[in-house]
Nanobody, 117 residues
Framework: QVQLVQSGGGLVQPGGSLRLSCTAS????????MAWYRQAPGQERELVAA?????????YYSDSVKGRFTISRDNAGDAVHLQMNSLKPEDTAVYYC?????????WGQGTQVTVSS
């Protein structure tokens, strides 16, 4: 049974930084395709960043976060992180991590990120 637990997030001023983490229990994430999504109120869920399993393929960033956000995986393979720098008010949303493998997918519980002065 794969479970993803998210941590990080919170309230930050514009221009600040936050780091989200997604930790797995019941498996290691090395082989999984990992992604971070976000959903703002009244909007559809948006793919923010994605990291291919086993390092095969390119890392993806949406245009809205490219150059500011970095997705990474722990060497131990049990956690994936989203480092968010130069945050803007429009980055405010609930952020979700997703793991996919062999046509199955799992989601974290969601973490609120609020960028406001």
């Amino acid at each position: 049974q794969v479970q993803l637990v998210q941590s990080g997030g919170g309230l930050v001023q514009p221009g600040g930084s936050l780091r989200l983490s997604c930790t797995a229990s019941g498996t290691i994430l090395t082989h999984y395709h990992m992604a971070w999504y976000r959903q703002a109120p009244g909007q559809e869920r948006e793919l923010v960043a994605a990291l291919p399993g086993d390092g095969i393929g390119a890392t993806y960033y949406s245009d809205s976060v490219k150059g500011r956000f970095t997705i990474s995986r722990d060497n131990a393979g049990d956690a994936v992180h989203l480092q968010m720098n130069s945050l803007k008010p429009e980055d405010t949303a609930v952020y979700y991590c997703e793991a996919t493998y062999a046509f199955n997918e799992w989601w974290g519980q969601g973490t609120q990120v609020t960028v406001s002065s």
